[in-house]
Every structure is written in structure tokens, then in C-alpha cells.
């Protein structure tokens, strides 16, 4: 089976003024979630939003989507984490190593 990723916006981040703006977000925790049958895994990620003076998105204005699109947009952070989820999914499928009891 393929593994198939969603992930939540958790929280923003920003700076209560910047350029002359208010709430500015800077910064989003995104929560990731990889399925693989009966397995699942989660990660809790974070990506740095650069603040762009031609491209201003008013606070009250955001929608989940741009945000959201923040998030995909930065693809060495987002395919990391969905790397990372695959492979702790395939250990769980196929056990490499496990926790082994002192022998003494």
C-alpha cells in the first residue's frame, strides 16, 4: 500500500509589527500525518515564512489554503518530513531494530 500524508496548520507565529504591518506571520507548526494501512504516524514541523513587501497578505485576510501553501511551498522541509513519516512506517512494518533487555 502507499503511503498517504495530510497535515494541519497548528499554530502561526509572527511579529506583532513589521513594516509598518501588524501580525505578521512568520513563521507555521503544521502537523503531519502519514497512513499506510494500519500504520500512522505523526510529526509536529515548522517552516520560516520570509516577509515579503510585495506580497503582503493582510492578518485578517489569511485563509487556510495560503497558509497551507506556505507550508508546501518550502519542499525541503515538507518532503523531509513525509520522508522521515515513511520511514518510521516502514520500521514499523518491517522491524530493523528493537529495544533489547540487559542481560544481566
Known sequence: MAVTY????????????LNGQT????????????VDGT????AVGYVHVEYDADNVI????????????????????????KNLLAEQIQEM????KNELTKPW
Open 6 to 17: 495530510t497535515f494541519t496548520i497548528e499554530k502561526l507565529e509572527g511579529a506583532p509589527l
Open 23 to 34: 501580525n505578521v506571520v512568520t513563521g507555521v507548526y503544521f502537523r503531519m500525518t502519514a
Open 39 to 42: 500504520y500512522e504516524k505523526q
Open 58 to 81: 493582510a492578518f485578517n485576510d489569511l485563509t487556510e489554503a495560503v497558509v497551507k501553501g506556505w507550508v508546501e511551498a518550502d519542499t525541503n522541509v515538507f518532503n523531509g518530513y
Open 93 to 96: 512494518k518491517v522491524p530493523t
